[in-house]
């Protein structure tokens, strides 16, 4: 089996973690997506640069504040057997599949999803492939799930 991810929202990451900080900003989500620059001040605000959209986003996710996270959309061309792609919908209801012929999927979810299969134990090959292309979708989601794995492991 194999899933290529052929699609994903620019700055997914900082889409996310501007939808959470707007929820206690009174500025707009865009407005804090666009404040990029330290010479610009946006009142009570910090520039929203790679760091603070990685504190945002390891903060929602030890919240479990993973509303934030279906403010995108992620694509993948899969080779897959029809119970394999019948298992994953039956995972989550946020999948969308269209079959492109024999055995040919294109597989569309969002990161919310990723997320909970992530931290689901009982992952098939499938859904281990698709979680796998977190690390170029969403690194910095990614890297702590893969904290989180470790210290589990450790455990």
């Known amino acids: ?7 994903y929202e620019p700055d997914l ?31 009570g605000e910090k520039v929203f640069d790679s760091e603070r959209i990685s504190g945002l986003l390891r903060r929602a996710l030890e919240l479990g504040h993973y509303d934030i996270l279906e403010h995108n ?13 019948l298992s994953l919908l039956n995972s989550s209801k946020f999948f969308e599949t269209s079959r492109l012929d024999e055995g040919s999927w294109l597989i569309t979810t969002n990161l919310r999803v990723l997320v909970e299969l992530a931290r689901n134990n009982t992952q098939s090959s ?30």
């Open 13 to 43: 990451e900082r889409v996310c973690a501007a939808a959470m900080r707007s929820c206690y900003s009174p500025h707009p989500g865009y407005e804090l997506f666009t404040h990029t620059n330290p010479d610009r001040t946006l009142e």
């Open 126 to 155: 499938l859904t281990k492939e698709l979680v796998s292309s977190l690390t170029i979708a969403a690194p910095n989601v990614s890297s702590v799930l893969s904290a989180e794995a470790k210290e589990l492991g450790s455990r």
């Open 73 to 85: 959309s992620i694509t993948w061309l899969a080779e897959a057997k029809e119970e394999e792609i």
């Open 1 to 7: 089996m194999r899933a290529h991810l052929v699609a």
